[in-house]
């Protein structure tokens, strides 16, 4: 049998948020994305926080103008930084960078849908110390529409040493 040569290419997504064990998550999926000759699709949620998550009174805040970099763009900014320094330049694989308004359960759930396969960190900065499942890779693994791998930070594989 012979592979037909238009068939798309496999999509490996990596959710991130700049936490290590996103980053550990990315470098796993980028080599997996290697290896299927995959595109690897870096997927990242982001939501306004409220003024009064803030500890103590509510911010005043200026109206953005023409030259402010909307939460968007920031955001891939710091994503295209987050992946240039945890895979290089070069990361060796084809890169697609989704910034997504919304919370990371469903943007994540979302980006899973005809994708080959999704990963994610066992916790990201929200993260419980001692967790064993964020809550955000907890929901990905139960409603995903692809396989699911959930990357352990090497940190704490080596912890009880």
């Known amino acids: 049998m012979t592979e037909n040569a238009t068939a798309p290419r496999p999509v490996i997504v990596a959710g991130v948020d700049g936490s290590p064990t996103s980053r550990e998550a990315l470098r796993w999926a980028a080599e997996e994305a290697r290896l299927r000759t995959a595109i690897l699709r870096v997927v990242c949620g ?7 998550n803030l500890i103590g009174p509510a911010l005043e805040y200026a109206a953005p103008d023409a030259d402010t970099p909307s939460m968007e763009e920031l955001t891939r900014a710091k994503d295209e930084e987050l992946i240039g320094e945890t895979l290089g330049e070069e990361p060796g694989v084809p890169v697609e960078v989704r910034v997504v308004q919304g919370p990371a359960t469903r943007v994540l759930v979302d980006a899973s849908e005809g994708a080959t396969l999704i990963v994610v960190g066992t916790r990201g900065h929200s993260g419980i110390k001692g967790a ?18 959930v990357v352990r930070d090497s940190r704490d594989l080596t912890a009880g040493e």
């Open 132 to 149: 064993v499942l964020g809550s955000v890779s907890r929901h990905v693994t139960q409603h995903a529409r692809c396989n699911v791998v």
């Open 46 to 52: 982001w939501e306004w926080s409220s003024p009064f």
